[in-house]
């Protein structure tokens, strides 16, 4: 654990009674001032964890630390924690001055005090000039900016937000992911971000984990994530992807699709079956004979930004194709992508086993 790490989760596992884990064994730390994203599908344990960061309720093993103090049996109203719910739990019988003062009310603050701070409160989130208005009146995106501001009005160390962008339509979402991302760098505080959406959880994040069936499969940047995913459920959780058998020839040699490839991976035996990940975006449509590989085209979308090809190769591999050249169904293109394009992964590896892997073949290029 370092000076900088606000939560630390120790080997948590939560179980009710007779049912699977909802979460089993799981340990990370969160340093302090970032924005994190808990990031899978329904029924991963994403809100479960926030639940337990924020003391709803209580992991069947293991501990949980904030700024270094066990908290487990601490109750939620004294942890250093607010949360912004997916329904923004917003007084509706409240204007929007008393819904960012209750908390402060609630602690019994003087008057003078609780003007300031909600005046703050709001200048932050941009509703200066809206104290009055009641809460019917506002739209879906200024609701949020209130739920925002009645939580960072108490001041929290960490800001938990329960897919709070879920219920806005997809304009106003991609301006609150902006408006939250800003805000986050204003505040200087820890937040937290739960969300099944991969494009929100990019754009947004310093750190991402990647949940499923309990479990953090993945953990690291955006950057990280996508393009040096661990196992087929991120690789094909994050993004759209073209994954394929293969076998490792020798360390930078790789063969899928019939042929043999220059890659930029190695630490795997040789003839190792593996498997290789492709992005759509990093496949360059060429003539027949002049790529890599050469596919029949089977069906072709425009997405606004890029047509969506799909097609076929000699041996049955489907190819998804994301370009800016057109192309059409029943024609043969051919594709290109550079040695970098390639990703392998390892069958069954864990996040530890492949920060090892790669640890250990960086040590032996380094000597050589």
Not at 10 to 32: M, R
Not at 56 to 82: E, H, M
């Amino acid at each position: 654990m370092t000076d900088s790490t606000i939560i630390r989760f120790d080997k948590v596992t939560l179980q009710y009674d007779g049912d699977d884990a909802v979460l089993s064994d799981v340990s990370f730390e969160i340093e302090h001032g970032k924005f994190y994203t808990l990031l899978g599908p329904s029924g991963c344990g994403k809100t479960t964890i926030l639940r337990l960061i924020a003391g709803f309720i209580q992991p069947t093993q293991g501990d949980i630390y904030l700024s270094g103090r066990r908290i487990n049996d601490v109750p939620a109203n004294k942890r250093q924690v607010n949360t912004v719910f997916q329904d923004y739990a917003l007084f509706p019988h409240l204007n929007v001055y008393e819904n960012v003062a209750f908390g402060l009310r609630i602690k019994k603050m003087k008057q003078a005090a609780i003007d300031a701070k909600v005046k703050e409160a709001l200048r932050f989130v941009n509703l200066t000039g809206y104290e009055n208005r009641e809460i019917r009146e506002m739209s879906g995106g200024q609701r949020q900016r209130v739920a925002i501001a009645r939580a960072i009005v108490n001041e929290p160390e960490v800001l938990l937000l329960d897919e709070p962008l879920s219920a806005l339509d997809l304009k106003l979402r991609t301006e609150m992911q902006v408006e939250l991302r800003e805000l986050q760098r204003r505040l200087g505080i820890t937040f937290i971000f739960v969300t099944h959406d991969q494009e929100e959880a990019l754009a947004m994040s310093d750190e991402i984990f990647v949940l499923n069936q309990g479990r953090i499969e993945q953990s690291g940047t955006p950057t990280d994530i996508y393009d040096e995913p661990i196992n087929r459920f991120v690789a094909d959780f994050i993004g759209e992807s073209n994954i394929l058998p293969a076998v490792m020839v020798r360390d930078y040699l790789v063969e899928f699709a019939g042929r043999e490839f220059e890659c930029v991976d190695g630490g795997f035996h040789p003839g190792e079956n593996v498997e290789i990940v492709i992005r759509p975006e990093d496949l360059e449509i060429t003539a027949p004979g002049e790529g890599k590989l050469k596919i029949r085209v089977d069906s072709l979308l425009f997405r606004g930004v890029h047509y969506e090809i799909v097609g076929s190769d000699e041996d049955g591999n489907r190819w998804l194709v994301h370009s800016t050249r057109k192309a059409k169904v029943g024609d043969e293109i051919g594709l290109d992508f550079e040695p970098e394009a390639i990703h392998i992964m390892r069958f069954g590896e864990s996040e530890e086993d492949f920060d090892k892997r790669i640890e250990e073949f960086t040590e032996v290029g380094d000597e050589d």
